[in-house]
């Protein structure tokens, strides 16, 4: 058998095409802004991940422009030998003050911070608890570990549990759940998770991508949200969503910072940030902690638009966060409707399976600090318009 034989039997891109409904892949002409000319065309930009709008703020393009002076395009090398700047350095150590820890490792990208970290913490003998609505990421991460995966229904503590209790008592265990979910833009049930693992003699990670800069004192995440700062083990984030730049970094005690220096594959054997992304990521995460009425706006005008959506008989999936899913329900209606909505001018994301299940698809919306109330009911009367026949 050909290897290339299955290429022939996958049509459902073609066949999106065909029909004009194609979702992705859209060209951007212009900054990741609250406005965007994306493929010739003014959109309203309700499907951007860059919360704090920080992606077009002049200090921190600036940054960027002068760490590209300073250093150079790339560090040509992996921070384990000669890839290491000493901006790398004041990264981790601010991430680690701004998260209450000891310490921090920095990686090229948020996917590979998750693969670093689970593939090194979980080895043979451990098990790794996921949540089912986890992001890909972690799920990646648990393959390429040599441990046990179990799953637990979506921020069902009874069934958390229930997973806890199949776990040999000689067994390490490492519970790892989205602090907010990507997808649904729901929160993780933390004070439970951490009351069960300290039951179970397990640990507890934190995927704070969408919650950094989001939720918590000041923007510092989900542990902060709960005043559980010091009962969460590890934490991931993102620099490509609030930090504006692009990578990913674990912060947690020194100890387990300094086993996944030395062991983790991902970190060692990849290219550290490049000079620029690092310098952003820096200025962005000084920029939030001198502006902690950022995080505040931002789950103000999510609350605004919330509000309105519900005004105007528009099913949403309900959450406290920026990420604002409404109901489509089956993956054609999806599809149109994000088509409709695009030629109309407004980009949302269209969610399928599998990050849904094929009867409760959604179009994602996400809002950034830098909307004003004005453009959000514009966007929402066009979404009316789209959405309520």
Known sequence: MDIFEKFDGFSLAREAKEKGVYPYFHALESRQDVE???????????????????????EIIEAGKKA??????????SR???????MHLELEEELAEFTNKEGAVTFSTGFQSNLGIISAVV??????????????????????????????????MQDLEHQLKKVPQECGILIVTDGVFSMGGDIANLPEIVRLAKKYGARVMVDDAHGLGVIGKGGRGTASYFGLDDEVDIIMGTFSKSLASLGGFMSASE????????????????????????????AALRHLKAHPELPERLLKLAAHARAGLRARGIKIRESDTPIIPIYTWDIEN?????KQLYEAGVYVNPVL??????????????????????????ALDIIEKIMVE
Do not use: W
Request: aromatic share 8%.
């Open 36 to 58: 965007v000319i994306m493929e010739g065309k003014r959109r309203i930009m309700l499907g951007s991940n860059n919360y704090l709008g920080l992606t077009t703020n002049p």
């Open 68 to 77: 590209l002076e300073q250093y150079g395009t790339g560090c040509s090398g």
């Open 80 to 86: 384990f030998l000669n890839g290491t700047l000493k």
């Open 123 to 156: 080895g043979r003998a451990d098990y790794v608890i996921c949540d089912k609505e986890n992001h890909a990421s972690i799920y990646d991460a648990c393959r390429l570990s040599f441990g046990k995966m179990l799953r637990y229904e979506h921020n069902d």
């Open 255 to 282: 100890k387990t910072c300094d086993y996944v220096r030395h062991n983790s594959r991902p970190f060692i054997f990849s290219a550290s940030i490049p000079p620029s992304s690092c310098a952003v990521a820096l």
């Open 334 to 338: 999806t599809l149109i409707k994000a």
């Open 353 to 378: 399976p599998p990050a849904t299940a094929p009867s409760e698809c959604l179009l994602r919306t996400s809002y950034m600090a830098t909307l004003s109330e004005e453009l959000i009911d514009e």
